[in-house]
């Protein structure tokens, strides 16, 4: 099983909201990471986690708030956010951590779009 | 660091014909590379990766991409074309980040049109 599910699929906010998003594997991965995508763009690292450490933060904004509460599960908290910050959030996982060479595998994306 | 480029970001090709998408490479090590297909409102699915293994990778679906060392390039083919391969086509490298973790580099993408 090669699963990545990311919850919610749509997410809308208003730029004073609080929301999550939230990521899940149970492939025994233990590296994960949050990927922004914008329309007819590639997606852009934001974070990676490697054995519930951060191990990469790509000078994201603290607007964007990343979790790994555990070796499965990975979210990612969002607060005062831009109507730029609108896009498809991906969060991958690969295995057994960040080496180089190792597959990643994608779930389907949460689509945020701020008001 | 490392780099890909995609040529074309869109190539419209008849059903039946060849599917050809172009990526060139730009690494100082011998490097790790892949194919991502993402369709509309989807994540991105590999479709094949090349680890030094053999130079000619067959994927998923159908596709393949051979490496030449020589070109740089790690072009994605496939024989004849379906219109379920309607999509966006990602090649990627593997790099190594500030503190050690790999990341993967994105090329700009190349939108792939199946005509009837």
């Known amino acids: 099983d090669t699963e990545v599910t990311q919850t919610p699929k749509h997410l809308v906010m208003g730029m004073t909201n609080k929301k999550s998003l939230k990521c899940e594997q149970h492939?025994?991965?233990?590296?994960m990471y949050w990927y922004k995508q914008k329309a007819k763009k590639p997606p852009e690292l934001m974070f990676v986690y490697s054995y519930e450490k951060l191990s990469i933060n790509e000078s994201v904004p603290s607007r964007f708030s990343p979790e790994c509460p555990n070796s499965s599960l990975l979210n990612l908290h969002l607060h005062a956010l831009q109507p730029e910050d609108s896009a498809l959030y991906l969060c991958?996982?690969?295995?057994?951590?960040?080496?180089?060479?190792?597959?990643?595998?994608f779930g389907p994306g949460t689509r945020l779009t701020v008001l | 660091a490392q780099s890909v480029t995609q040529l074309g970001s869109h190539v419209s090709v008849s059903e039946g014909a060849l599917v050809l998408l172009r990526c060139n490479y730009s690494s100082s090590v011998p490097p790790y590379l892949f194919w991502y297909v993402q369709y509309p409102n989807q994540g991105l699915q590999l479709l094949l990766k090349y680890t030094s293994a053999a130079t000619l990778v067959k994927g998923i679906n159908g596709f393949e991409a051979e490496f030449k060392k020589s070109e740089t390039s790690f072009h994605l083919t496939k024989p004849s074309a379906h219109m379920s391969d309607a999509a966006e086509y990602f090649c990627?490298?593997?790099?190594?980040?500030?503190?050690?973790?790999?990341?993967?580099?994105f090329g700009q993408g190349t939108r792939l049109t199946i005509n009837p």
């Open positions: 990627a490298v593997s790099d190594r980040g500030i503190q050690g973790a790999q990341k993967l580099v």
């Open positions: 991958a996982s690969s295995p057994p951590t960040a080496v180089l060479g190792d597959t990643q595998y």
């Open positions: 492939m025994g991965h233990r590296a």
